[in-house]
């Protein structure tokens, strides 16, 4: 039974672990993936849906002021910020 318990316990972290690193450190993941704009895409979505367009906004100009991004990459990214804006009837400035 303490086995049981204690793999629960290790699983749990590793699940914890793995969504901070999706969520939090994803520009360390996605630089390594050859889909970076696609990589990050995934990631505002989340941002999007559980945080918030602020913190999307926020988010992706992050990812063009450190370079991960260029412009147009950005450009494309922002449209996704903006229909979501539209959805939910709110306002970006």
């Not at 939090?24 to 941002?47: I, T």
């Not at 945080?51 to 450009?75: F, P, V, W």
């Amino acid at each position: 039974m303490k086995n049981t318990n204690l793999l629960k316990t290790v699983l749990f972290f590793l699940a914890l672990s793995a969504s901070y690193i999706i969520v939090f450190r994803v520009d360390f993941v996605c630089e390594n993936l050859a889909n970076k704009p696609g990589c990050y895409g995934g990631n505002l979505d989340f941002r999007l849906r559980y945080l918030g367009i602020d913190n999307s906004r926020d988010y992706l100009k992050h990812l063009y002021d450190k370079g991960n991004l260029d412009q147009g990459e950005c450009h494309t990214l922002a449209h996704g910020i903006g229909r979501q804006s539209a959805k939910s009837g709110r306002h970006v400035q």
